[in-house]
């Protein structure tokens, strides 16, 4: 069974750096794209960017790129979102995903979701 | 960047009736070379992920019950429950993975019981 499963909810303030993570299992893990989305309080579903655990390629959208820093360790299945300088504006879930094959696929399976809420 | 409008924003449906959900693309995401439409619907209940449910604008994923159904082409798309059951309350997204890695959902339908 294919299962993506992140590290907890964090509690941050303006300014701190973050390092969030989505562990795979059930599969090839270099082997699929993993796609990070963000979801606002209320609001729906943006994607941020994409990374090939392999070889640690990247693409983001422009809209995150410069804001946040995607890794992938694939001897250890993890692939990573983080932040250098938090905004209460990153107040947010964040959710990795599996792309179902090639970049041209839909996110078929998703991580439950890591809460990140950045106040003073 | 493909925009992706869903209508309507919000629905309330009767147990048991049909619920029909739209979602219409900016630019076509049918690839003629396989004649393709590179477009998923998603289920997102309350506390949980998102949940892939349809994708290709018609295949249902595995474990998907048979009263969720796909249709369109091109530039317009529909999500149909044909039977409304309680565990459907949510909200739905479409998706367009055309346009790849430049990924885009609708705004989402909230789906209730009426």
């Known amino acids: 069974e294919v299962q993506l499963v992140q590290s907890g909810a964090e509690l941050k303030k303006p300014g701190e750096s973050l390092k969030i993570s989505c562990k795979g299992s059930?599969?090839?893990?270099?082997?699929?794209?993993i796609a990070w989305v963000r979801q606002m309080p209320g609001k729906g579903l943006e994607w941020m960017g994409i990374?090939?655990?392999?070889?640690?390629?990247?693409k983001y959208s422009p809209s995150f790129q410069g804001q946040v820093t995607m890794s992938a360790d694939k001897s250890i299945s993890t692939a990573y979102l983080q932040w250098s300088s938090l905004m209460a504006s990153d107040t947010a879930m964040y959710y990795c995903?599996?792309?179902?094959?090639?970049?041209?696929?839909?996110?078929?399976?998703w991580g439950q979701g890591t809460l990140i809420t950045v106040s003073s | 960047d493909i925009v992706m409008t869903q209508s309507p924003d919000s629905l309330a449906v009767s147990l048991g009736e049909r619920a029909t959900i739209n979602c219409k693309s900016s630019?076509?995401?049918?690839?003629?070379?396989?004649?393709?439409?590179?477009l998923a619907w998603y289920q997102q209940k309350p506390g949980q992920p998102p949940r892939l449910l349809i994708s290709?604008?018609?295949t249902r994923e595995s474990g998907v019950p048979d009263r969720f159904s796909g249709s369109g082409s091109g530039t317009d798309f529909t999500l149909t429950i044909s039977s409304l059951q309680a565990e459907d309350v949510a909200v739905y997204y479409c998706?367009?993975?055309?346009?790849?890695?430049?990924?885009?959902f609708g705004q989402g339908t909230k789906l209730e019981i009426k």
């Open positions: 990374i090939y655990p392999d070889d640690s390629y990247t």
């Open positions: 995903a599996r792309l179902a094959g090639s970049q041209y696929q839909p996110f078929d399976s």
């Open positions: 059930g599969y090839n893990f270099g082997s699929y794209w």
């Open positions: 630019e076509s995401v049918l690839y003629s070379s396989n004649n393709k439409n590179f």
């Open positions: 290709w604008a018609s």
């Open positions: 998706q367009q993975y055309y346009n790849g890695p430049r990924y885009t």
